[in-house]
């Protein structure tokens, strides 16, 4: 017999509860928020962080190119421009690039991606991927590991001028803007959610989107411990080089 579904609370703690499996409890990131991590490795999370970064407003336009509501569309339409910047305007790429550069990071290297990683493309990639398949309101609830980064952003801006006297502490403007903007995110995930989820098998398999989107999350990390913590980058036992590929269309 299927199980009743849950009431929005219910479904909203259920969501909440995601929570302990965020990557802000990821050992790298501890270690960064600890100020155990080298300059070396903060840079590589900057430089493939930035492709994650890149890709949102990609994953974010195939949202609505498959959403036929236009209220939805008029209010989605804010996250590509946070990214990307209004005319006239600086948006979060630019923020991440001038990060990069405050963390010592050549601005046309980052820009170029040569140092993401293939396990932080493969897991990106695969949300991109998922964004354009999946319904809109599926592809739209998975935002919702945004429940969670209010609390990451204030813990970089707490913790990483204090460890890391070296960084410019202008690089810390695109955690600052995003303090406001994903807590405004979340409330608009979350109403789609909500509202759209009314079965308890519906609400089961939107939780295991939410756990995807968490996969992704992880398995960057899990890429950058083993290149930057472990020093076992990809083709260690052959070479140095980063012989990886830049992206192919696919």
Avoid at 162 to 174: A, K
């Amino acid at each position: 017999m299927t199980a009743p579904a849950m009431s929005p609370a219910e479904f909203e703690q259920a969501l909440r509860a995601k929570g302990a499996y965020y990557h802000i409890h990821h050992p790298f990131h501890v270690a960064m928020y600890e100020g155990r991590a080298t300059r070396e490795q903060i840079q590589g999370w900057v430089a493939n962080r930035f492709y994650y970064q890149v890709c949102i407003p990609v994953k974010d336009a195939a949202i609505m190119a498959n959403c036929p509501d236009r209220e939805t569309r008029r209010e989605w339409i804010q996250r590509i421009i946070d990214h990307d910047g209004a005319p006239g305007e600086e948006g979060g790429i630019e923020a991440w690039l001038r990060l990069a550069e405050a963390v010592g990071l050549d601005r046309e290297q980052v820009l170029s991606q040569e140092l993401v990683l293939p396990g932080v493309r493969f897991a990106v990639d695969a949300y991109v991927n998922f964004a354009r398949r999946a319904s809109w309101q599926e592809a739209a609830s998975s935002s919702l590991t945004e429940l969670f980064a209010p609390t990451i952003h204030q813990s970089r801006l707490d913790a990483w001028p204090q460890h890391y006297p070296w960084i410019d502490p202008t690089g810390y403007d695109y955690f600052r803007k995003r303090l406001k903007e994903a807590r405004r995110d979340v409330e608009h995930g979350l109403r789609i959610t909500l509202e759209h989820y009314r079965t308890r098998e519906a609400q089961e398999r939107m939780l295991n989107i939410l756990q995807f989107k968490l996969d992704v999350l992880w398995s960057m990390l899990d890429a950058m411990s083993m290149a930057y913590e472990l020093e076992r980058p990809p083709y260690h036992t052959v070479t140095r080089e980063r012989i990886w590929h830049r992206g192919i269309a696919l």
